[in-house]
């Protein structure tokens, strides 16, 4: 049967039959196509593997002026292989994300964008597996970072007064370099600063243990930004497979490498210690499953979770930094609160928007991989339907769906698509558009998505917040450009100078 799909499949291929039917006919792209002023090849190679959102680019190159389906929706198909399709189209998106599970005919997430975060981590995890094994691994690791576990008001107060100290305790020390500075302001390099305390939030408050800050600061952040970073170029040049652990060190990098993968290991197993004495999140955990069924999953939660709150703490100092207005209204919402509740968040108005804004804007998952299990059929809200068959890779462009005018540009919320504007959000309001028809998918959407959502949501606005009430702070840099690996940040670090209020 697969011998034959295969022959089928490639003989369309050969003869350019397209492999989707329906409403939505996505238009096919060449390989190659020299002189046509594409940004890059549309697949990740030695040479452009860290430029990811170009990629994504070279498959919408030219689709401006088309008023057809295939403006959003494109493909490659290579005779051989199983084809390519990629998607900026909201209502296909959700169609897809929505239809993401365990259950016979539905998508699985494709694994083959993942292949050197599984190196790294271990295949057993919440974000590797699929079927059933994701199931059970959902089960088994999932629940705490849940809102019906984190929003317990006896344990959400007391969780989040932890972060509250933490957070307070290291701004005062920004304070403190402030002021012996002896200038009115200070120029600071703030994503490792947003790093340190991040991993210190996820390790020592959430999980209890206690690291020390300067070895988190000056240790353990440092092997994480590599291990990322080899995860990356991992995906794209090992293809033998063979982790990095046990390679011969033979180089520098692989030396290097190598002991940042065991300062991981060492990160993982203080965390796992803490499980003993049942501090911080741990007691949330109903599983009785030994250590090393839940190291891969923790692995998995320190580096995503650090990669995720990081780009969206990041982005939304670097959004305010270069809109004084925003901040000023920002700081008027927070400068008395001290509980970040979800009902007082809820109250923040203008404050929430920008979070969301920030997600939309430029989201920390910049596209989601899915892959057809089955030949299915999905249809959109509006009725459009599209057949995708067995086998193809599926690329949901978050990053440039949320950044098109046709879909959140001035005609639908009263503003440029590619502009930071938080009162977007109160105009969608008052145009009474239901909040499915307004998804930016900044934590993913559908059963596959982010675990973390609840608990990233928290950690952000909390330190955004209490930022803003210690700190007036300005871009250096008046272009805010992107960089993109595991998940997206400021392409400047975000570079500011900073005072006190």
Sequence with gaps: MDALRWLSRTWKQITRKSPFEGEIQPARIPLFSPFSGRPTLPFP????????????????????????????????????????????????????????????????????????????????????????????QRKLSASPFGKTSLFQPEVFHEFAETFRQTVTKRLEILQLRLAESGEPKFRILL??????????????????????YDDLRNRFVPALERVIDHI???????????????????TRGIAQAKRDDA????????????????????????????????????????????????????????????????????????????????????????FSNVLEETLRLTPSLYFLPRQATADTWIETSDGRKLHLPYGTHILLDIWHANRHEDHWGIEKSGSPATEFVPERWTELAKRGGSSKDNLHFGFGHGPRVCPGKHLG?????????????????????????????????????????????
């Design 232 to 250: 990356v170029s991992d995906t794209v040049w090992n293809r033998l497979g063979i982790p990095i652990r046990k390679m011969p060190a033979l």
């Design 457 to 501: 949501q928290l950690e952000v606005a909390l330190a955004v917040g209490a930022f803003v009430k210690l700190f007036r702070f300005q871009a250096v840099e008046s272009r805010l450009d992107a960089r993109a690996g595991v998940s997206t940040k400021p392409a400047d670090g975000v570079l500011i100078d900073l005072e006190l209020r």
């Design 45 to 136: 190679h030695p040479w452009n593997y860290q430029q990811p959102l170009r990629i994504l680019e070279t498959f919408f190159h030219d689709a401006g002026e088309i008023n057809s389906s295939s403006k959003h929706n494109r493909y490659l198909d290579v005779p051989g292989f199983a084809p390519v399709f990629v998607t900026r189209d909201p209502g296909v998106i959700r169609a897809i994300t929505t239809a993401t599970g365990d259950k016979p005919g539905q998508f699985d997430r494709d694994t083959l964008p993942s292949t050197g975060i599984a190196r790294a981590t271990g295949k057993d995890t919440l974000l590797f597996s699929n079927g059933t094994e994701w199931k059970r």
């Design 263 to 350: 300062d991981f290991e060492e990160l993982t197993t203080l965390v796992l210690e803490a499980r003993k004495t049942n501090r911080g999140h741990w007691k949330q955990f109903k599983s009785d499953s030994p250590d090393e069924k839940l190291r891969s999953n923790i692995k998995v939660f320190l580096a995503g979770a650090l990669e995720a709150t990081t780009s969206y703490a990041a982005w939304t100092l670097s959004h305010l930094a270069r809109d004084p207005d925003a901040q000023d209204k920002v700081y008027a919402e927070v400068k008395d609160m001290t509980d970040y509740s979800p009902e007082n968040l809820e109250q923040a108005k203008y």
């Design 191 to 212: 994503e490792p600063e947003i790093k340190a305390v991040m991993l210190e939030l996820l390790t020592n408050n959430f999980f209890g243990t206690e690291i020390p």
